[in-house]
């Protein structure tokens, strides 16, 4: 979308030139659209906790004031609900963290395969609650990346997380963590229900979600695969995502290594 200025440099009666000036503000529109949207979304993500909050502190000055039962449950709920707005807020700083150092590629050596038997580490209790088998196949010396290693355990997280949560309960999740030529690459992979292809361009986007409840019960927050998009992109790097719906999902992010294009330098 172009819009034309017409900005007359004189008045009328002189007949001085009138200057004509194209301006492309389609992608400007755009990012200012996508901020506007997104601090709509970021404070209705956190008026509803809040709100729920507020509601039952009422309460417990109120009418359930002398009622032991009712207070204990209810302290139950708030407390749920403060660390659900905790969790965002922490989620909408690391975002907006990774964005601040977009334009720099971190590039501390990071173990890809260390990384990732951490994570499976980190994760096995999770897993163990949905009864799922978490299956790593990684190389058993260093592969090193140019990385941000907390950025790189954020990734990992996120997404082995997502394929526990979302998968099948009882089912299998795949970590592979491969080498290819000048490039490495980790791969989560599910069995779960998939994600059918009219969601899939939208996935990465802030606060996007499949399926909302399923989302909120497992403690999401919406900003997960943005956080991973970030990472990956920052890394000058590249994700991939397939799915078919029934037969679960496969989220592979691509990683350049040292010694190969913007790293030899
Ligand atoms: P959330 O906090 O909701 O998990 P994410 O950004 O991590 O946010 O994921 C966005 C949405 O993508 C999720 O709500 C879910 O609907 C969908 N999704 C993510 N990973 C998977 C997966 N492995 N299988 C099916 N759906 C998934």
């Known amino acids: 979308t172009f819009r034309i200025h017409i900005a007359a440099l004189a008045g009328r009666a002189e007949r001085r030139p009138t200057l004509l000036t ?18 709509a979304n970021a404070s209705h993500e956190l008026r509803t906790p809040l709100a729920s909050l507020l509601g039952f502190v009422e309460t417990l000055q109120g009418p359930a004031r002398n009622d032991e039962k009712a ?27 990774i964005e601040q150092r977009a334009h720099v590629a971190p590039d501390a050596p990071v ?3 260390g ?9 096995t209790l999770l897993a163990r609650e949905r009864e799922v088998t978490l299956k790593l196949k990684a190389p058993s010396e260093p592969l090193q990346v140019p990385g941000d290693r907390d950025e790189l355990l954020r990734l990992m997280e996120n997404l082995v997380e997502n394929a526990i949560k979302y998968g099948k309960r009882g089912g299998e ?31 990465t986007e802030r606060f996007y979600r499949v399926d909302t409840a399923a989302s909120r019960e497992a403690g999401g927050t919406g900003l ?11 890394h000058r790097g590249r994700l991939t995502i397939e799915s078919k719906p029934g037969q679960g999902a496969a989220f592979k992010a691509i990683l350049p290594r040292y010694g190969t294009g913007r790293s030899a330098a």
Do not use: T
């Open 71 to 97: 207070r204990e449950r209810f302290l139950g709920i708030m407390r749920e609900q403060g660390l659900r707005m905790a969790r965002l807020v922490d989620d909408l700083l690391s975002l907006s963290r």
């Open 115 to 123: 990384i990732a038997r951490e994570i499976v580490d980190s994760l």
């Open 173 to 203: 999740v795949a970590i592979a963590v491969e080498i290819h030529d000048g490039e490495a690459s980790v791969c989560v992979r599910d069995d779960g229900p998939g994600i059918a292809p009219e969601h899939l361009p939208r996935l």
């Open 111 to 113: 173990d890809l395969a």
């Open 22 to 39: 194209f301006e492309d503000l389609s992608e400007q529109r755009v990012i200012e659209r996508m901020r506007v949207d997104f601090v």
């Open 224 to 234: 997960g695969l943005a956080i991973v998009k970030h990472i990956v992109l920052r």
